[in-house]
């Protein structure tokens, strides 16, 4: 007798539906074919014990599995649950009508117990589009895959219950997740907050810059200065997610299998932090089985570097395309796939190796072309891609000892949310175009071309600070933002001013002047 059931494999961010085909005649062999892996091919024994320990028997025949198309690779545990029902109805110990209305995922315990799987909710989008009438999967993974609407999706605990929900020997209520609430009541539960940042006014502005411009920054500065408790907050005072991104970014997250259980749509912004020892392929993903790597799981949020020059120098220069190209194209000899990874970078560092040039309270013991050796660590192309560079002091006592707290973020994202309508309003006709870290160079000379006055004190600066002929778009693009955050049609020159204040690692002499 031939069966067949329906499942889905999952390469890259794209899902195929996959046909289960089980067919039974005389004789004794059991035949996988249809590209299968190891973790597939292993399905035969899970099957055959959680069949046993369920009270139903694995035939004794010839049985031939093929998982169409199959010249597609098949990868992971999920295909035991839609082959060991389409065996059982191959080998007539159950009925074969509801098997083309519902789709069938999970993982087979030894005792038919159904196991969590990754890639949960963009399967349960193929299987609306598809036009299914229901998706089956494991208890942990119901609430993810409910969050797409106008799908009925049932969540298992064993094979057990699958088996007698579709011989109709019993009912079961398909979860139902009020995906909207969910989102909106878990939009700005922060736990940590710009309030607990005490002293460092300046570098808080360049924060609110870098978010309501969508810029890139890097923090300079000694050790315990308070780079990283401030790049951790960031996230609280971005514009939230729409329910378009969120969708988008959990679906990477659930391909990933870095979703929580029990949870639906990803309401805030990601923050990853990779450790400085990180490989290349792990950063942009890949790997034998293409996952996604933490640039992309960074997606519509922000990628946080700590000490960047301990990073390896070549890992590094990998980023220098996904942040220009707001996505990365793997290509390997047998797929090429490509991840978004539209995110903010963020980056700190210390000034030279001992941490403490120019620190007032400590004496640094690093020579010029040590510290010079130690930013050449960070290539030229790739700080060109970060709009703000940010100097940090350490912080004083009197601030440390600071009573009251300080600007909480609820206020610094409203100012953030206004500035980002100006922007949205901005590039309204645009496709792809959400901020103004975003503009080409026709652009800028379109919405960033300053008055006379700015045009000469941007000389000046030039001039007299040695920048780089690289730091005026940088420039332009900033002090376009800093306008918008003033409400000001145009750029004046204070705003070009403070603009050219975050270009501090562009001049010539930073090693080498006294700070």
């Not at 750029?491 to 562009?506: K, L, N, P, T, W």
């Amino acid at each position: 007798m031939l069966v067949k059931t329906y499942c889905a494999a999952v390469n890259g961010l794209e899902v195929t539906t996959v046909t289960v085909e089980v067919s039974i005649t005389r004789g004794v062999l059991y035949h996988l074919t249809g590209l299968a892996d190891t973790a597939v091919k292993e399905s035969h024994d899970r099957i055959a014990a959680a069949l046993l320990n369920n009270g139903y028997k694995f035939p004794v025949a010839d049985v031939t599995a093929n998982l169409a198309p199959a010249d597609l690779r098949k990868e992971g545990a999920s295909f035991d649950l839609p082959l060991a029902i389409a065996i059982l109805a191959a080998n007539e110990q159950m009925h074969t009508d509801l098997l083309d209305k519902y789709m069938l995922i999970g993982e087979l315990g030894l005792d038919g117990k159904l196991q969590p799987i990754k890639g949960a909710l963009p399967i349960a989008i193929k299987a609306r589009a598809e036009h299914f009438k229901g998706l089956i999967v494991p208890k942990e993974n119901e609430h993810e895959a409910a969050v797409v609407d106008t799908l009925e999706v049932y969540g298992m605990n064993n094979i057990l219950e699958v088996i007698n929900f579709l011989n109709g020997a019993s009912t079961a209520e398909p979860c139902v997740v009020d995906t909207r609430k969910e989102f909106y009541e878990h939009q700005y539960k922060f736990d940590l907050d710009f309030a607990d940042v005490r002293g460092q006014e300046n570098v808080k502005r360049a924060f609110e810059v870098a978010a309501a411009g969508g810029h890139n920054i890097i923090l300079v500065g000694p050790p315990g200065s308070g780079k990283s408790m401030m790049a951790k907050r960031l996230p609280s005072i971005l514009p939230p997610l729409s329910l378009a991104e969120s969708l988008e970014t959990t679906q990477i997250h659930s391909i990933a299998g870095k979703l929580p259980r029990g949870t639906g749509l990803i309401c805030q912004r990601p923050f990853r932090s990779p450790h400085h020892t990180i490989s290349e392929v792990a950063l942009v993903g890949g790997g034998n089985n293409p996952m996604p790597g933490e640039i992309t799981l960074a997606h519509n949020g922000v990628l946080f570097c700590d000490e960047l020059p301990e990073f390896n120098k070549h890992t590094l220069e990998v980023l220098r395309q996904p942040l220009e190209d707001r996505q990365i194209t793997i290509s390997r000899a047998k797929y090429t796939i490509t991840y978004p990874c539209s995110f903010m970078f963020v980056a700190s560092m210390n000034p030279c190796p001992c941490g403490y040039y120019g620190d007032p309270t400590h004496h640094c013991v690093c020579t010029p072309g040590q510290i010079q050796r130690y930013l050449s660590k960070i290539s030229g192309p790739l700080l060109d891609r970060i709009d703000i560079q940010c100097e940090i002091a350490a912080l004083p006592f009197r601030d440390i000892s600071k009573a009251e707290p300080g600007e909480p973020s609820a206020k610094i994202r409203e100012r953030v949310i206004a500035a980002r309508a100006v922007q949205t309003e901005r590039f309204k006709n645009i496709k792809g175009m959400h901020c103004n870290a975003q503009m080409t160079e026709r652009m800028i000379h379109q919405y960033a071309e300053p008055d006379e006055n700015g045009l000469d004190l941007l000389r000046m600066a030039m001039e007299r600070l040695h920048l780089s002929a690289r730091a005026y778009s940088r420039i332009l693009k900033v002090a376009r933002t800093i306008a918008d955050l003033a409400h000001s049609e145009k750029i004046m020159s204070d705003h070009i001013a403070e603009a050219i204040g975050y270009r501090q690692m562009d001049r010539s002499d930073w090693a080498e002047r006294g700070l």
